[in-house]
């Protein structure tokens, strides 16, 4: 398999699912990118934590953190533990090289 940057897939993203690519597009992918931008670092961060940093809402960042596995997206390895006995979730990305 040949290795693509991130945005390199964002130029060949296609958006499916019950939205208007037209409409949508930008939008999803700017999530993307702020997600994938933010975690690159490695650092370990709660859903919450993510929304404050990017202010994409937890379900969206959810989503992208799935599909930054996806082979599509680069296949990177995205990391959860839980944090503490508080019941708080949180991920780390691996970016893949």
């Known amino acids: 398999m040949t290795q693509t940057t991130i945005d390199e897939n964002i130029a060949t993203a296609r958006v499916a699912g019950p939205i208007d690519p037209r409409i949508d597009h930008d939008r999803l992918c700017g999530q993307m990118l702020r997600v994938f931008n933010l975690m690159k670092d490695g650092c370990w961060r709660s859903l919450a934590e993510i929304e404050k940093a990017t202010g994409d809402p937890q379900a969206s960042v959810s989503a992208q953190l799935r599909h930054i596995?996806?082979?599509?997206?680069?296949?990177?390895?995205?990391?959860?533990?839980?944090?503490?006995?508080?019941?708080?979730?949180?991920?780390?990305?691996?970016?893949?090289?």
């Open 69 to 97: 596995r996806k082979p599509h997206w680069g296949a990177h390895t995205v990391n959860k533990r839980r944090r503490g006995e508080s019941g708080t979730w949180e991920y780390q990305l691996k970016v893949r090289t």
